[in-house]
């Protein structure tokens, strides 16, 4: 069996993919630095599939040390993850953004062309889709228009990977644009571990539920929606990893760019998700009520028809599932891992 190496393979998304890669029968070679994720998250994708997973603490802007794992191993397909994530902090400090973000795909895809591996499926999000102000989303979308820096380096590095294609059509490269992934896998041995004080929603509703913090704050009651807060579309995290399995056996049959939603195609607002969360787990949330957030728009959630055609592939997972997978992730790691 050929071997997909994961870049970013100890992060949120990209742990829950390893597994769901390992399950379906894939070798995985994971490449990722530790600087946002802990190794405790490769020991327990090694638990919980049982399976043997080769690990490179490795810095993915560094051509050196990929060429390393190129040599070592025969990858046939890259899943790339690896990059900073915040957005507030990646208004805070563009460049080291741009530098990471950029540099990792340029590094890998130099160094995967030198070996002749031209498959690659890009973590991208749905940010690329800027202000574009018509849901559900499409991917023929207009994209561009993005509101922080770390949306943009999404956005230049879809443009990057069209323009590999575009050089070299043997190349097959699948962009999968992500919603709001949220929940954890089911064993709660892995999840999400932000550091600090927790921007998204959903681990900040866990850290109230669990007493490290006291109130949610609810960013804006005067949007145009149902209730008034903001309408997302939340997808469990591990209906997302197995779209990237599935993304993975298209991009390894296949040429060409492909720009993928993943998402639910369902939109639930900030209050839905707190009395979800509630009613899941019987847990209150105590919050408040404050000032919309900068950069956030009403509402936003993913046509899924491509998805679907391209990559038969849907979300099953419902709401309720995504809450009682979040709550048993923290309770049984309130301090992360
Ligand atoms: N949100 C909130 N309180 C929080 C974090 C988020 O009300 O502490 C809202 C946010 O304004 C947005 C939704 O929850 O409407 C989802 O935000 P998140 O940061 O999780 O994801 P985003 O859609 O911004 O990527």
Redesign the pocket.
């Known amino acids: 069996m050929f071997e997909v190496l994961v870049t970013g393979g100890a992060g949120y998304i990209g742990s829950h993919t390893c597994v769901s890669l390992l399950d379906a029968g894939f070798s995985v070679v994971i490449a990722d630095d530790l600087s946002n994720s802990k190794f405790e998250a490769i020991s327990r994708i090694r638990s919980i599939t049982g399976n043997k997973v080769t690990f490179y603490p490795y810095d993915v802007t560094d051509e050196i040390e990929l060429e390393k794992i190129f040599t070592r191993h025969s990858i046939r397909c890259v899943v790339h993850f690896a990059g900073k994530k915040a957005v507030g902090e990646s208004v805070e400090m563009p460049l080291e953004y741009y530098r990471t973000n950029l540099l990792s795909t340029i590094s890998l895809t130099r160094v995967m062309k030198r070996h002749n591996v031209k498959n690659i499926v890009f973590s991208s999000s749905a940010t690329v889709y800027g202000n574009s102000k018509k849901v559900p989303y499409s991917e023929t979308a207009p994209t561009g228009n993005c509101t922080n820096p770390y949306a943009w380096t999404k956005w230049m590095n879809e443009r990057i990977l069209t323009d590999v294609h575009r050089s070299d059509p043997d190349w097959s490269v699948i962009l999968l644009r992500y919603f ?1 992934p949220v929940g954890a896998h089911p064993s709660g041995q892995i999840g999400e571990d932000p550091l600090g004080i927790p ?4 681990p ?1 509703v866990t850290q109230v539920a669990v007493g490290k913090l006291d109130r ?5 009651s005067d949007y145009p929606t149902k209730d008034g807060t ?1 309408v ?1 579309d939340f997808i469990h995290v591990m209906d997302l990893a197995e779209g990237h399995v599935s993304a993975v056996r298209k991009c390894i049959q296949d040429y060409g760019v492909h720009a993928i939603n993943l998402g639910s195609g369902k939109g639930y607002s ?1 209050l839905e998700v707190l009395h979800a969360f509630e009613e899941a787990t019987g847990k209150e949330i105590p919050h408040y009520f404050c000032p919309r ?1 900068e950069g ?1 728009v009403a509402v ?1 959630y993913a046509s899924t028809k491509k998805a679907a055609q391209e990559l038969r592939w849907r979300a099953q997972r419902d709401l309720r599932e995504m809450c009682q997978d979040a709550w048993n992730w923290q309770k049984l790691n309130p301090l992360g891992y």
């Open positions: 709001n921007n998204n929603l959903f900040y949610l704050p609810i960013f804006g903001g997302r900030v957030r956030d936003s």
